[in-house]
């Protein structure tokens, strides 16, 4: 079956929801929508999309559905009751929400005990991005499922990622990149702190917060290889170099009273590092520190 001769439901129409139920009415697909809160619907019936009122009729109208909503307890809510269940047996459901690993395990015994076939994915983009070359899936889940619905799912636009079986993966990676993006968003709002105390303003340091950003791919891939091979050893950025640097941080953040919480437990971690006899490697023996 081509891709253009699927019908797809999309259950919540918050930001994300939208994008994706837009992206398939782009791409020709015949789209059933529902949300919780009546009227998010509006712009896409007005594009073409049918407005299911109760979840178990939109997810009878499709053959594929996708639910995107805030988390997984938001979609237990909307799917794990009667007789929504039993509209999906049968059928295949792609839970494009963010949660945990373990929570999408334990949607799948939940799917696999109705009868349903189940696919986890993560959205690493924000929803501008749907139905573009930009945005970025990832999927897990058994693999001739995923195979079988992959046209569907690639008219998002974008690239698509199958991680394998385990369900739990997409997830992984998800709360994993999460981690990087969350801390970086920390490190910057804690940067305009004291950059703001120094009488510099967001805008004049943006270009070059910019400028610091790009030289962490590089980087990140030396250290993914240093965590992977377990050879730590630093050539120029000696790990005690990184706790200089950190005191300097810390001095001038605590020299104006703002909090400086997080970057305080870098320098713990980047402490017990060089105590343990490790100074002179790679600052990314962190990893080593953190139990
Ligand atoms: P939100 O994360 O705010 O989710 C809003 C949607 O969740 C709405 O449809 C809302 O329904 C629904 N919802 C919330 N609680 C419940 C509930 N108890 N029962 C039923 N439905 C509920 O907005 P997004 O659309 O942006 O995000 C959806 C998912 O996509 C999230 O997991 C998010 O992390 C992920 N994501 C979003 C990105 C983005 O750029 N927006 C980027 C990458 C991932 P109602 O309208 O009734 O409140």
């Known amino acids: 079956m081509s891709s253009h001769e699927k019908s797809v439901t999309v259950l919540g129409l918050g930001p994300m929801g939208q994008a994706l139920a837009g992206a398939f009415l782009d791409a020709g697909l015949p789209v059933t929508v529902w949300n919780r809160t009546p009227g998010r619907e509006s712009e896409l019936v007005a594009r073409g999309a049918v407005a299911a009122r109760s979840p178990e009729e939109a997810v009878t109208a499709g053959e594929l559905t996708v639910i995107c909503v805030v988390n997984n307890a938001a979609a237990d809510s909307v799917l794990r009751r ?18 945990t690993p373990d929570r999408a395990r334990d949607a799948a015994v939940w799917a696999k005990r109705h009868g349903i076939g189940y696919l986890d994915g993560a959205i690493m983009t924000p929803a501008a991005t749907i139905g573009t070359v930009s945005a970025v899936f990832l999927h897990s889940g058994p693999d001739d499922l995923y195979q079988r619905h992959r046209p569907v799912l690639e008219l998002l636009g974008g690239t698509h990622t199958h991680l394998g079986a385990d369900i739990g993966r997409a997830a992984a990676y998800d709360v994993a990149l999460l981690d990087i993006f969350w801390t ?16 510099i303003t967001a805008g004049e340091l943006a270009p070059f917060a910019a400028g610091i950003a790009t030289i962490l791919p590089p980087i990140f891939a030396q250290a993914a290889v240093s965590v992977d091979s377990g050879d730590f050893s ?9 706790a200089s640097s950190i005191a300097h ?14 970057i305080r437990a870098v320098e713990g ?13 790679d600052f990314i023996r962190l990893v080593t520190a953190l139990g």
Do not use: C, F, W
Request: aromatic content about 2%.
């Open 269 to 281: 971690q980047t402490r017990r590092v060089i105590e343990g006899g490790h100074g002179a490697d």
């Open 249 to 262: 941080i810390l001095e001038t953040s605590e020299s104006h009273g703002i909090d400086a919480t997080v």
């Open 234 to 242: 630093s050539h120029d950025n000696p790990i005690t170099s990184a």
């Open 184 to 199: 970086a968003m920390a490190g910057y709002a804690h940067a305009l702190a004291v950059a703001k105390a120094e009488g």
């Open 82 to 99: 009667e007789p929504v269940a039993a509209a999906l047996h049968g059928r295949t459901l792609v839970n494009l929400s963010a949660d």
